[in-house]
Every structure is written in structure tokens, then in C-alpha cells.
């Protein structure tokens, strides 16, 4: 006998939807932001809100396949934005609130978005979005007074919006990469790809609706706004920050009882180095979920001490950005992994050599539909039906996944293939090290060597002696940097991630030559 039954529908503006009907008084967020009032937010007031901006934006002319754009720092208002984009099949922008006024002008004119949200603190550059695109329908959000975006969520809802179906294929989230080089490339991801990412996570992560989850990292990218999804799906109670506060996050933990965070190895660095780490009560803090960088012996047994789990992710935004999870329970012995594929993914190393790296290329449902308007770059991202990530990295008879570090990011020194990735993790066993880049510098003998440039933890009284004492029997000696460079900070990019290019206009060159290793 055929049943009625259908694959649900993958409309994000359903997950909300969801709870509202069953849970309409639970917690969804609350929101925490400097010298602002804590909010509370439910699932219903949310849902109330996404669907009167649905509406308001469907009478402003908005329509399905459009472009809506938001500029602001975190805020539970990004979430409204996004449920309500989905509600009426727009296609979700968010973009990234460090970038700089023509860097976000070029973006908006990229994807000729018909609307621009944007905090009030933004102004400025909505009115150069005003003048040099086509982009000609704003809203402010401003908590001070006169608030437009407030207004335009007290619209009465419209059925169109509240019974709007989606297909798995249909884009939902435009996301732009940091373009470091070229122009910037906006990563189309389908309410398919969201949906099964977001169970991927769950499978290897776990999680419980009574889940409280800390986000302080921008939402703009992939990864943090990968966990609130996860949230929402388990009808979780995500608390999100304006910003990262370390001073402020171990006490919350305690009183708000967290047991869930994500962030990137430096966070949680300041956090373990907080003078009350070791005295707080974190027993309501299972586990932690970090990615973007290469995570430390020692920094990964500070938390374990705490009996508190590591879980480690790699990924990129074509992915969305779920490609390797290192799941609680791992084998300590796999705990500098990367972890393996997910339930529903794939991970195979392309072209190896001899030392079993190769490119990482992965495929799966949560792979990205391809680059916005532009088919060649998106035709050269993939490899038979694989997404090629432009990472290096091996896998081991397990399926564990070693990252070893960007493919233009390979050192060639005297014919031996050098990998950033490597030489970093090391410098990362090291306490004493808070971040590290690894560059590649001209040698009259060897073509190129290594050099590393350092941001110690603030106190400590690092040095290059110190540095190369430690590196002495981790790597072997064509690897170990000829130069290294003390900083207060390394630069980032309008991402947040370290700007090497800047890194080797400032030292990629064989002057002044700190340490002669070669």
C-alpha cells in the first residue's frame, strides 16, 4: 500500500516555524551585547517577526530569487532577516561588517541585491551603496530610536510567505569568500545544502533541545552560523554575542549554565589564559567546537583537564562548510586530526605523492550550487563531480584526515615540498605561541625557505632562541624557519583570517635573516 507520505520540505523558514507551533514559549536566543539590555527571544516572537518582515518586504517589491543583503555586527536581527529571506525565496546576503566601504559597495553590485539591512552604525556606507549601485530599497536597524527594521517586522503576516515550499535545490544563502585574491567569489548554497550539512553535524556532534550554545564569532561566516542552524533544528537555545568578550564568557558559562561553544583555537587560547579558567565551575560546558586553524597538544589537554571534549572540524564555505569532524569519543591518538567525512559526505585525496599528500576533495549533498555569476570558476572548483578545497592533506587507513596546509601555500626548498600547515602546528605545541604564519622566503642556495612570523602570548618573553630550541627534533631541518619574526599581532584580512599576503610583502625576502638554519 502507497503511504501519503513526502520528503519534508527543506525550507529554512519551516524550521522556525516548527517550534513556534509546538514550543512557541521556549528560548531561542538571547542576546548579548556591551552596555546594551540582554534579550530574550522565543521561538514564536521570532517566528512573529520573520514573518511580518516577510510580508513588509513582499509589499516593498521584493520577490522569489532576489538578493537581500545584510551589514551588521551580530544580532538576533540577522536570524529575523534570514527566516524571513526564506520565507519569501529570496536568496540571504550577509556581509562581512570589516570590510571596507568599496569592498562591500563591490559585493552589493556583484549580486545586485534589492535590498540592503544594515545597523545604524553603518550608514555611512549605505549611502555609498546608494549612490554607486543599483540597489535602491534600505532598512536601519537602530536600538537607539527611529527604528526601521523594527517597524517593517510588525507587518501583518502574508500567506504567501507563511506557506511558501522550497525545493532542495533552490539557493538560500549567498556567502562571500574573503577574496584575498581576485575578486571575491559568492558561494551559492541551496536550503538542501544547509539542511543536510546541519545533520551532519548533529550525527557526529549529538545535542539535546536543553542545549545552550555560545556564539561569538561573526555570522557572516560559514562555520558560527553553521552551529545556529544545528541549534534551531534541535529547538536548542542559542546565546549569541555582539562580539568575542573573554572576560565576560567564563563567568556566563557558569551563571547561564553553556554547555556548548564554537570558535577558533585563538579564542579559546584567551579564554584558558583568564585568571579564573581553573577555579570556574564550567561542569555544564560538554564540549567545544573549534575550527580554522590547527589546534595544540597542550591547548586541547588544558580543556580536557576540565573534562571538557575538543571537537575539531575543517571545512570551507563551499561545503557549507561541513567536509571533516573529529566526533567526541575519538582515539586520543587521532586527536590532531581533522577527523573523517560525515554520515552523508565523501573525502578522497587527489593526485598524492610519495608522501601520501595530495589535494582534500570532497562531495556530498551539502556542496555548494556553484559560484554566483560566474560559471568558469565554478566549472574549475570541481574535479569528476568532487570539490576540489585547494587544501593539502593525507588520510590515514582509518579515514582520518591531516590537513597540511593551502596549495599555493606550499614552500619548495631546495625540491622538497614544504607545507605551511606543518611547520604552524608545531609552533602551535608550543604554550608560548598564541598564533603563527608560516611563509615562504627567497634563498640564494635553496630557492626558498622558511620563515615564521609569531604573535606570542602577551608576557611570556618569547624569543627566536626559544622558538628554535622547541622546533629542534619536531621537524626536520630543511623545514625549521632560517628567519623569525617576533610581532605584537599578526594581520588579518576583512575575514578575520591572517593576511599572509600582507605577512610576505613585510618579509618574504632573505634580508635580515633572523636565524641561519640552512
Known amino acids: 500500500m502507497k503511504h501519503s507520505w513526502a520528503m519534508p520540505d527543506p525550507n529554512l523558514q519551516h524550521w522556525l516555524a516548527k517550534h513556534a507551533e509546538r514550543s512557541p514559549d521556549a528560548l531561542s536566543v538571547v542576546y548579548w551585547g556591551r552596555g546594551e539590555e540582554t534579550e530574550n527571544w522565543t521561538y514564536g516572537h521570532m517566528h512573529r517577526m520573520a514573518q511580518g518582515l516577510a510580508a513588509w518586504m513582499l509589499a516593498a517589491g521584493v520577490r522569489p530569487g532576489d538578493r537581500v543583503a545584510l551589514l551588521d555586527f551580530n544580532d538576533v536581527r540577522f536570524l529575523v532577516t534570514m527566516f524571513a529571506a526564506a520565507s ?36 555611512p556606507i549605505q549611502a555609498e551603496v546608494a549612490r554607486q549601485t543599483g540597489c535602491s530599497l534600505f532598512l536601519r536597524s537602530d536600538r537607539e530610536g527611529g527604528d526601521e527594521f523594527a517597524q517593517a517586522c510588525s507587518a501583518a503576516p502574508d500567506a504567501r510567505a507563511s506557506h511558501r515550499q522550497a525545493g532542495w535545490g533552490e539557493p538560500a544563502w549567498l556567502l562571500y569568500t574573503s577574496g584575498s585574491t581576485g575578486r571575491p567569489k559568492g558561494v551559492m548554497l541551496s536550503h538542501g545544502n544547509i539542511f543536510w550539512n546541519t545533520l551532519n553535524t548533529i550525527l557526529i556532534q549529538g545535542g539535546l533541545p536543553t542545549d545552550k550554545v555560545l556564539v561569538s564569532a561573526p555570522l557572516f561566516h560559514a562555520a558560527p552560523v553553521s552551529t545556529v542552524m544545528e541549534s534551531f533544528l534541535r529547538g536548542a537555545t542559542i546565546h549569541l554575542e555582539k562580539s568575542f568578550d573573554p572576560g565576560s564568557i567564563i563567568g556566563r558559562i557558569a551563571s547561564e549554565r553553556i554547555s556548548i561553544i564554537a570558535g577558533v583555537p585563538a579564542m579559546y587560547q584567551f579564554l584558558a589564559e583568564q585568571d579564573d579558567f581553573h ?7 560538554r564540549g567545544i567546537i573549534v575550527g580554522g586553524a590547527p589546534v595544540s597538544d597542550a591547548l586541547i589537554k588544558r580543556y580536557h583537564d576540565r573534562g571538557i571534549a575538543v571537537i575539531q572540524r575543517y571545512g570551507l564555505t563551499e561545503a557549507a562548510p561541513l567536509v571533516t569532524a573529529l566526533a567526541p569519543g575519538a582515539p586520543a591518538a587521532k586527536a590532531m586530526t581533522a577527523g573523517q567525512a560525515p554520515m552523508f559526505g565523501d573525502v578522497r585525496i587527489a593526485a598524492a605523492g610519495n608522501d601520501g599528500i595530495g589535494e582534500i576533495q570532497m562531495r556530498g549533498p551539502n556542496v555548494m550550487l556553484g559560484y554566483w555569476d560566474q560559471p568558469a570558476e565554478s566549472a574549475a572548483a570541481f574535479e569528476d563531480g568532487w570539490l576540489r578545497t585547494g587544501d593539502l592533506g593525507r588520510l590515514d587507513g582509518d579515514g582520518f584526515l591531516t590537513v597540511a596546509g593551502r596549495i599555493k601555500e606550499m614552500i619548495v626548498s631546495g625540491g622538497e615540498n614544504i607545507y605551511a600547515a606543518e611547520v604552524e602546528a608545531k609552533l602551535a605545541e608550543n604554550p608560548d ?10 634563498h640564494p642556495k635553496w630557492g626558498e625557505t622558511v620563515c615564521a612570523v609569531i604573535s606570542p602570548v602577551p608576557g611570556c618573553g618569547l624569543d627566536e632562541r626559544r622558538i628554535m630550541a622547541h622546533l629542534q627534533g619536531r621537524l626536520a631541518r630543511y623545514k625549521q624557519p632560517t628567519k623569525v619574526v617576533i610581532v605584537d599581532d599578526l594581520p588579518k584580512n576583512g575575514a578575520g583570517k591572517i593576511d599572509k599576503l600582507t605577512l610576505k610583502r613585510r618579509y618574504g625576502d632573505d634580508s635580515d635573516r633572523r636565524v641561519e638554519n640552512a
Not at 550577509?94 to 553603518?122: K, Q, W, Y
Not at 605561541?433 to 627567497?442: C, D, K
Open 88 to 123: 519569501i525565496g529570496a536568496i540571504f546576503v550577509p556581509l562581512n561588517f570589516r570590510l571596507s566601504t568599496p569592498e562591500v559597495v563591490a559585493m552589493v553590485r556583484d549580486c545586485s541585491a534589492t535590498l540592503l539591512i544594515h545597523g545604524a552604525e553603518f550608514s
Open 279 to 285: 577555579r570556574a565551575d564550567l561542569s555544564s560546558l
Open 433 to 442: 605561541v598564541l598564533e603563527s604564519a608560516v611563509i615562504g622566503i627567497a
